[in-house]
């Protein structure tokens, strides 16, 4: 089905020495998205496909004859989720965006249930679900894991689509996704996302989810960001760095209170101490990067609050009821972002076009 397999043309060695950005293409077949491993793999029009896609299948779904027919359309693959990080909202989140689809899921949640406990590598591990699955959605500590499996499983006998669900420090790409799509919805009579300005809030320099989104809102002209943290937290060099060769606009602060009534989006994140080394996270002060009821008040009228989650005590749960609070609905937008990300990987998004207009007409 697939006769392009860029990752077969290239050595480990030589992939490695790529940047995001140049190894985007190497995960592509026939012009579309196959492998999905990082946020750099993404241009514009495939974010506005996807979240078409996402927008027809929440409407489809929403009728007996229409949850029947998203179930009749890959009822004949079966996906792996291979998760050895904690996870909840993204491991439920595919494993709802497979059932939507009728693609029978199956799962290992940590190494003590598979044969790593004999000795065999992560890498055999995978290669054995190569050969049960048609896909593998992996969630691992390790950076560049995935990016590892996709080169091993191309260059086998048996290449099936690999799908990051967040690896180490660096990458989230589906997270993401469902970011921009939450922002697109929140902003549709507002013009889009282009134009806005967004702040990024709390534990950024080891937050998969801000360095995953940062890069995609850097396809959308007129876009400020903002990096609110403590220096001990704040964005790394990488991003900044990117930022300044593409021209996009920035701003480093410490000052959560000054840029609350300026921006149009805040994206709160939870300090990440699962990375610490001895508990450094514990001495530093991050209280003054709470947004708390009283922000309410500053807050523009139309801004909307986000947050990937879990979260602690870096969004107060008074503010929940407010309608600027849009991070539940972030979560259930995640099922159908993912749904349509599985559909445009197998090529079947050709399909909910057709009965979207059906539908419509």
Known sequence: MYRDNPLKKISWQDFQRLTPKEKGPYFLRE??????LTSQQFNRPMLERICDLATKIRLIGKTKGGIHFLQSLLSEKRAMLYFVQPSTRTFLSFYAACQILGIEP?????TNTSSEVKGESPEDTVRTFSSYFDMIIIRHPVGGFAERI????????RPVPVVNAGSGKDQHPTQALLDIYTLQRSFENRGGIEGKKIAFVGDLARGRTVRSLATLLMLYP??????????ELQIEEDIVSAFEKSGTEFEICNEFERIIPEVDAIYMTRIQDEWDTAHESRLIDTSRYHFTAKHLKILKPDAVLLHPLPRRKEIAAEVDSDPRAVY???VRNGMWVRSALILTIFDRGGEIDRYHEDLIS
């Open 328 to 330: 539940w609905r972030q």
């Open 106 to 110: 199956a799962e290992v949640r940590g």
């Open 31 to 36: 012009q579309r998205s196959y492998h999905v």
């Open 222 to 231: 007129g876009v400020k960001q903002y990096f609110v943290a403590p220096k």
């Open 150 to 157: 996709a080169w091993l499983l191309s260059n086998s006998n």
